[in-house]
């Protein structure tokens, strides 16, 4: 790995088992960054892959002057992936997205004039009027995801209409004051990531994205909306009892 100075924005990916997908997504996350002259390091954080993620990515990247793998020993879960990779981040600026890219990395237009404007997070919101859709989940997938968020606003965090949505932006040292106190290691670590986020005084900025759906889902329908259930009850009862620690 090449080392560089003055990295103004690190691209965090969780990828767990994604042997066929992640070579694509970081060819398209290399060419967009070289293309637009962005100094920036990748981070690839394997949650316990069993495949091979992290050999096709590392032969994809050979190239690029700042890629990083972050490896943890067992599957966690995307919270736990998340987090390991804000808390290394080195740039101005932290991108987190998903494997699959379903939001594409271009999107990240919209996001820096917001940061640039004094926002302290900038997150992709797919429930608003202008986002655009442009193949949607399963009807049933949809109605679940429609359901927790709504659940969300009603026990945890109003003012959020897709807390899920996997393309956030942070300033590096709001991302590393709220990834440091996040306690949440599965799919609804975003509510929490959140909701410390309003505790700690930042500022939120809610963003219509293009999203595209791919059915190689890691979230399993039902034991997942299971899982995340379970999570935000536990996020629910930390709200008003937690004292915030210092990072």
Known sequence: ?????????????????????????????????????????????????????????????????????????????????????????????????????????????????????????????????????KQRQGWLRERLGKCFNLLVRLLVLKGYRDTQCGFKLFRREAAREIFFRLETEGFAFDVEALLLARKLGFRVAQVPVVWVNHPQSRVRLVRGSLQMLIELLKIRRKKNGDTLSCP
């Open 1 to 133: 790995m090449k080392m560089t100075s003055n990295i103004y924005l690190t691209v965090v990916l969780p990828a767990y088992n994604e042997e066929n997908r992640i070579g694509f997504s970081l060819f398209r996350i290399k060419d967009y960054l070289q293309t637009r002259h962005i100094s920036a390091e990748i981070i690839l954080v394997d949650d316990g892959s069993t495949d091979r993620t992290v050999e096709v990515a590392r032969e994809i990247m050979e190239d690029y002057p700042v890629f990083r793998v972050i490896t943890l020993p067992v599957n966690r879960g995307k919270g736990a992936a998340v987090r390991a990779g804000m808390l290394q981040a080195r740039g101005e600026l932290v991108l987190f997205t998903d494997a699959d890219l379903s939001t594409p990395i271009e999107e990240l237009e919209k996001f820096l004039p917001l940061v640039r404007e004094g926002y302290d997070a900038v997150i992709g919101c797919r429930a608003l009027p202008e986002s655009v859709i």
